[in-house]
């Protein structure tokens, strides 16, 4: 089955600090692959993606690179700030035939950045 | 231009009552999305419409869930006679083409 792991958290960091998140995922055929953040109070915001293997997806000074060899999409960032502390999911869309869609996401790891 | 919306953002009920959350997406966004983010559970699938017809129900966790979606836009989530397990964040998301997908505030649903 498809499945997505992520690191545990709270990861606690000081600001400029650099980040990285793990993700390893298991997917039958080729998924494509993407990374939410979910700021206190607020929704989920799609925050990068990739779609196929090698692909980098970067945003915001965040970076996430399709490693299909190690079935990784680790998210770093080189210095973080205060307004980074947030929820971030990994999560991948099975795509391929008969595929409805639907996001199946990692457990979340709680980012906090302190001065 | 206008995100998806949810409504009401917060609803607290007592067990046993029925509940409706709504869900306003993207105007043009044929697919849409129903998730439940639970302190135990995580984000989980529930439903999954394009246009009016839901062909993956396969997340609803009990008879006692229901979705429905009309016109090609609106979708309500009707939870019967609810239960303490049921208190969640209930997510709505949408898409234009089943791979992107952008999501609503939630509404936090206490049951008490």
């Known amino acids: 089955g498809n499945s997505v792991t992520q690191m545990e958290g709270p990861v606690t960091l000081s600001e400029e600090a650099f980040l990285t998140i793990n993700c390893t995922y298991t997917a039958t055929g080729y998924p494509s692959l993407f990374w939410y953040v979910q700021y206190p109070g607020e929704g989920l915001q799609l925050l990068l993606k990739a779609t196929k293997a090698d692909d980098k997806g970067s945003n915001k000074g965040f970076e996430a690179t399709y490693r299909k060899e190690t079935t990784s999409f680790h998210l770093e960032k080189g210095s973080v700030q205060v307004s980074d502390s947030a929820v971030y999911f990994c999560?991948?869309?099975?795509?391929?035939?008969?595929?409805?869609?639907?996001?199946?996401f990692g457990q979340g790891t709680t980012l906090q950045v302190k001065p | 231009g206008a995100g998806v919306s949810q409504s009401p953002s917060n609803k607290v009920t007592e067990k046993g009552k029925d509940v409706e959350l709504r869900c306003d997406p993207i105007?043009?966004?044929?697919?849409l999305y129903w998730y439940r983010q639970s302190l135990g559970q995580g984000l989980e699938f529930l439903i999954y419409f394009q246009g009016n017809s839901a062909p993956d129900k396969s997340g609803l966790p009990s008879d006692r869930f229901s979705a429905e979606r009309t016109g090609g836009s609106v979708s309500t989530l009707t939870i019967q006679r609810t239960q303490q397990e049921d208190s969640a964040v209930y997510l709505c998301?949408?898409?234009?083409?089943?791979?992107?997908?952008?999501f609503g505030p939630g509404t936090r649903l206490t049951v008490t």
């Open positions: 999560a991948l869309n099975p795509r391929g035939s008969g595929n409805t869609g639907k996001l199946i």
């Open positions: 105007s043009g966004h044929t697919a």
């Open positions: 998301a949408s898409s234009r083409d089943s791979y992107e997908q952008y």
